[in-house]
């Protein structure tokens, strides 16, 4: 393990003409939960799904835990990775999304199941102990037979939680895990990534939350238009922002 588990450097991102990353640099240490806050398009779950080389990057590098995602460096040049290493990079990485994304015809347990025993190729009866371990800890042991659409969106989202745990990621990425579930069901999902956080995991977490940012994130980041306007420890960028675009925006959402 390196004491950076994310480095991202100069990281540039365009859809054809559309520039959406324009230089975006980040660490995140191992343990730290580091919160990303910004407006509607500004390219935080693009930057997201960079980290995960779901997208690929224009410019830039990035590593996790020392790793340079998506490429080899050779002879000073970059060469893209085959598809296979860039699965094995991204098995390190859980995700969670705003739409929990559950399969449907499968039970709780299955699905969480899932990916360490179809893609890993793990021990069935090993994955069941782990599978199980962990819907104990999201709080949902006694679902574990259920189908998803029996469950609440807060349900759902905590077996997406546990699903991305099974395979035992170094880094956990959240991209607005909140924002589709109604306001009384904000709280059980919150509960649940901060319990991971107390556990030591390292996490990104994209959010409108801003409580969640003050009481639980290690540092802030706050996005717009492609940059990163500011970074600093969540309280004092909340409390005292420097820039007049992250006055602008924690005034609407606070
Ligand atoms: P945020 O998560 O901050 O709301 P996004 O990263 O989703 O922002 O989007 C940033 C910009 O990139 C938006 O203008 C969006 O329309 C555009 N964008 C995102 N994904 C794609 C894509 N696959 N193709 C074209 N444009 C995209
Ligand atoms: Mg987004």
């Known amino acids: 393990m390196t004491d950076e588990m994310i480095r991202a450097e100069n990281v540039h991102k365009s859809f054809g003409a559309l520039e959406v990353l324009k230089g975006v640099d980040l660490v995140v240490r191992p343990g730290e939960v580091c919160t990303i806050l910004g407006p509607s398009g500004s390219g935080k779950?693009?930057?997201?799904?960079?980290?995960?080389h779901l997208e690929k990057i224009n410019a830039g590098r990035i590593f996790v835990d020392g790793d340079l995602i998506g490429y080899r460096e050779r002879g000073g040049?970059?060469?893209?990775?085959r598809d296979s290493e860039v699965s094995a990079?991204?098995?390190?990485?859980?995700m969670v999304f705003q739409r929990f994304n559950l399969f449907p015809h499968m039970t709780v347990l299955a699905?969480?199941?899932?990916?360490p025993c179809g893609v890993k190729k793990e021990d069935k009866a090993e994955v069941r102990e782990r599978a199980l371990a962990l819907l104990d800890r999201v709080g949902l042991g006694a679902k574990?037979?259920?189908?998803?659409?029996q469950l609440s969106?807060?349900?759902?989202?905590?077996?997406?939680?546990?699903?991305?745990?099974?395979?035992?990621?170094?880094?956990?990425?959240?991209?607005?895990?909140?924002s589709a579930l109604d306001p009384e069901l904000v709280g059980e999902v919150l509960d649940v990534m901060k319990d991971l956080a107390r556990d030591g995991m390292t996490m990104v977490v994209v959010t409108h939350e801003i409580g969640f940012a003050r009481e639980v994130g290690d540092s802030l980041i706050f996005m717009d238009g492609g940059?990163?306007?500011?970074?600093?420890?969540?309280?004092?960028?909340?409390?005292?922002?420097?820039?007049?675009?992250?006055?602008?925006?924690l005034s609407k959402v606070l």
């Open 45 to 52: 779950s693009t930057f997201l799904r960079c980290i995960n």
């Open 77 to 81: 040049k970059l060469h893209e990775l």
């Open 89 to 94: 990079q991204r098995r390190s990485v859980g």
């Open 111 to 115: 699905n969480v199941m899932e990916a």
């Open 144 to 149: 574990r037979d259920n189908y998803p659409g």
């Open 153 to 178: 969106g807060g349900q759902q989202q905590r077996v997406a939680i546990a699903r991305a745990l099974a395979m035992r990621p170094k880094l956990m990425l959240f991209d607005e895990p909140t």
């Open 227 to 249: 940059v990163v306007v500011e970074q600093g420890p969540p309280r004092e960028v909340i409390g005292n922002p420097q820039q007049e675009r992250t006055r602008a925006f």
